[in-house]
C-alpha cells in the first residue's frame, strides 16, 4: 500500500531564505508526483507535476526534484517571501490507479517578515 | 488549466439532515473526483465520478453516505447525507487533464455539522 510522508511537518523561516520540503513515498511504481500549496481553509493550488520519467521541474523560484528509486521528491523555495506562507502537499499517482492521488500529510510553512 | 467551481463555499448543518454541494468546471471532462480533508488531515479521495455511469467509490466511503451524481461532463454533485459532526470536513472537488493527468482542483466546501 503506497504511503507519502513529509517532513517536516512544519516550518518557520526568516524572509529570504533558500528552503527544501521533503516528501518521501513507499512504492517507487508511480506515473507522476504533483506538490500544491493550500492557503488556510482553501482549496489547492497545484505548484509543479513531475513525470516518472523526470527528474525536475522548474517553475519560477519554484523547483521540484524527483528521485524514484529511492522514493523521494523535494520542493526548493528560493529567496522565500511571506506570501509563500501556506500548506505545501505532495501526493503522488499510482501506477495502478492512474487517476487517484495519494496525499502527504503537508508542511505548514510560514515566512516570516 | 480547468477551472473549477464549488457551491456553497461554506454551510453550517444540523446533525441528521443533507447537504449537497456542486462542482462546476469550465470544459468538458471524463473523470470527476470528491475527495475529503478533514480538519488537520490531509485529503482521502471519497469516489470517482464518471458522466454515464455510477460513481466508484474508495474503501471506507459508501453510496448511501455519499449518493454522487453526473449528469454531463462539466457537472457533479456530491450529497453528504444524514450527516453527524464526525463528517466536519472540507470537500473538494478535482478534475484530471492533459497528456500526464496533472490535477487540478476546486476552492473546496467547508461543512460544520452541529
Known amino acids: 500500500k503506497q504511503e507519502v510522508t513529509q517532513i517536516p511537518a512544519a516550518l518557520s523561516v526568516p524572509e529570504g531564505e533558500n528552503l527544501v520540503l521533503n516528501c518521501s513515498f513507499t512504492d517507487s511504481a508511480i506515473y507522476n508526483l504533483q506538490w500544491f500549496r493550500q492557503d488556510p481553509g482553501k482549496g489547492l493550488t497545484s505548484l509543479l507535476l513531475i513525470q516518472s520519467s523526470q527528474r525536475e521541474q522548474t517553475s519560477g523560484r519554484l523547483n521540484a526534484s524527483l528521485d524514484k528509486s529511492s522514493g523521494r521528491s523535494t520542493l526548493y523555495i528560493a529567496a522565500s517571501q511571506p506570501g509563500d506562507s501556506a500548506t505545501y502537499l505532495c501526493a503522488v499517482n499510482p501506477m495502478d490507479s492512474s487517476y487517484k492521488l495519494i496525499f502527504g500529510s503537508g508542511t505548514r510553512l510560514l515566512v516570516r517578515p | 488549466s480547468a477551472v473549477i467551481s464549488q457551491k456553497p463555499s461554506r454551510d453550517i448543518c444540523q446533525r441528521g439532515t443533507s447537504l449537497t454541494i456542486q462542482c462546476q468546471v469550465d470544459s468538458q471532462v471524463t473523470m470527476m473526483f470528491w475527495y475529503r480533508q478533514q480538519p488537520g488531515q490531509s485529503l482521502t479521495l471519497i469516489a470517482t465520478a464518471n458522466q454515464g455511469s455510477e460513481a466508484t467509490y474508495e474503501s471506507g466511503f459508501v453510496i448511501d453516505k455519499f449518493p454522487i451524481s453526473r449528469p454531463n461532463l462539466t457537472f457533479s454533485t456530491l450529497t453528504v447525507s444524514n450527516m453527524s459532526p464526525e463528517d466536519s470536513s472540507i470537500y473538494l472537488c478535482?478534475?484530471?487533464?492533459?497528456?500526464?493527468?496533472?490535477?487540478?482542483f476546486g476552492p473546496g466546501t467547508r461543512l460544520t455539522v452541529l
Open positions: 478535482s478534475v484530471d487533464q492533459g497528456t500526464y493527468n496533472e490535477q487540478f
